[in-house]
């Protein structure tokens, strides 16, 4: 399902792609990294709602390299593999009640909301795919858009539940192991970004999150009713 989506946005211009993607991507960005804070202030911390961060306002959340520069270029040169990053929610962890298991919970909140927006998306198509023929002049702009925006989420999801510090997946994983085992983890850390990208440059990345990425696509085209 994943590829076939791929399939029909590769038949697209490089300004069409861009111009049906930004939406998407953006959001699946900026909801992240507010679904971070929402669940910080729910579990104690009031940082990231303090600094005026809850928001959706795109301003306070653009990195102007990771949410437009990164993305952009993996569109245009057909990567078949999107990510990017806004500009971290702050939380402050000694302000979480129970920071072993919370820093879990935080984390976990980002690929959530990925998840959450691909079940979004997945009723847009679904909704337009409904419409009379007279409207698709407007239903098909917004049935590439709702495509496009279920496999961004869906690879945004399973990119960051890889269990690698300083992605929530390596934050999750840190909250629950055992402690000698969550500290040598977390040591990894300030490589975990280096080790991403020579993942992403040995094609072994798109090996390991392809198939988890295509399994969530089929799972929301099957609740959604689109498989």
Known sequence: MLYKIFGILQTLTSPQLISILVL????????????????????????????????????????????????????????GFIFGWAKP??????????????????????????????LMWGAVVRIVLLLPASAQWAGKPLEYMGLGGIAVNALLMVFNLLPL??????????????????????????????????????????????PAGNFIVRLVAAVTGLG
């Open 89 to 118: 929610v702050p939380i402050t962890w000694e302000n979480l009640r129970h920071p072993k298991r919370d820093v879990a919970m935080v984390a976990a909140a980002g690929p959530v909301s990925n998840l959450l927006m691909a």
């Open 165 to 210: 510090p300083p992605l929530d997946g390596g934050r999750v994983a840190v909250g629950l192991l055992p402690g000698p085992w969550a500290w040598r983890l977390s040591r990894l850390e300030p490589y975990g970004f280096l080790i991403v990208i020579a993942l992403m440059f040995t094609g072994v990345l798109w090996v390991v999150i392809g």
């Open 24 to 79: 998407p991507t953006l959001f699946a960005i900026i909801v992240h990294e507010v679904a971070h804070g929402w669940m910080a202030k729910r579990l104690g911390d009031p940082t990231a709602e303090r600094l005026g961060r809850l928001t959706l306002n795109p301003i306070r959340h653009i990195d102007p390299l990771g949410t437009i520069l990164v993305p952009a270029v993996l569109l245009l040169l057909h990567s």
